[in-house]
């Protein structure tokens, strides 16, 4: 199993609507989470931390849910420039390394 | 200008013929590391620096060196590349990691290589 899965769509939506997506991880003990948008094979960019209360950075919000293991990303007012791959990002308690999923794909069309 | 850099940008080689893929940052971070992206396997960690001298593997660190003997630089090496390790290779640097809180990851713009 892999530590960290999203679906990887695509998800093809409207300008202005709303999309969300979750990502699973396996490690219980991980401790940090956070979302990644990476363009078209370009390098990815943090978008934002996960953190347990859950958070907004503008048109996206971030939860986590321990219980059951994921995190979840939603876009709110879909702009043609959210087109992008997103990469959920999990640390793990035992080491110094981050796992990266393999990126789920949004595309927002006029 | 804060940033990560990578060196080459592109590179198609040859089975068995040596190659380094440098990697500069300019944000004194301690922690570099170096990944390999596939279609459907995401990025995957080769090895990591948390600084100077200290290197450890990541998770795919078959048929790949390391070295860090300056902070700001991070070579790959590859010894004897195979046709396996066509693949995009990105750098990044961030501050030093604790066991409950990670820094944001800066990336260099990827190494595109091909070996033939």
């Known amino acids: 199993r892999k530590e960290v899965e999203q679906d990887p769509g695509p998800f093809n939506v409207p300008e202005g609507a709303t999309v969300a997506f979750n990502c699973t991880y396996s490690?219980?003990?991980?401790?940090?989470f956070f979302w990644y948008r990476q363009d078209c094979r370009k390098e990815p960019k943090l978008l934002m931390s996960v953190y347990s209360s859950g958070n907004e950075d503008g048109r996206f919000t971030a939860q986590l849910n321990r219980a059951s293991q994921y995190i979840s990303l939603l876009i709110r007012d879909s702009k043609l420039s959210d087109s992008a791959t997103y990469l959920c990002v999990v640390s793990r308690e035992d080491d110094y390394k981050l796992s990266f999923g393999a990126g789920t794909t949004v595309t927002v069309r006029a | 200008e804060a940033q990560v850099t990578q060196n080459p940008r592109y590179l198609i080689t040859v089975t068995g013929k040596k190659l380094t893929v440098t990697c500069s940052q300019n944000?004194?971070?301690?922690?570099m590391s170096w990944y390999r992206q596939d279609p459907g396997l995401g990025l995957r960690q080769i090895y990591y620096s948390m600084n100077v001298e200290v290197t450890d593997k990541g998770d795919v660190p078959e048929g790949y060196k390391v070295s860090r003997k300056e902070k700001r630089n991070f070579p790959l090496i590859l010894e004897s590349p195979s046709p396996n390790q066509t693949s995009l290779y990105f750098c990044?640097?961030?501050?030093?990691?604790?066991?409950?809180?990670?820094?944001?990851?800066?990336f260099g713009p990827g190494t595109r290589l091909t070996v033939l």
């Open positions: 990044a640097s961030s501050g030093a990691p604790t066991h409950w809180s990670y820094n944001e990851q800066f």
């Open positions: 490690n219980s003990a991980s401790q940090s």
């Open positions: 944000m004194n971070h301690e922690y």
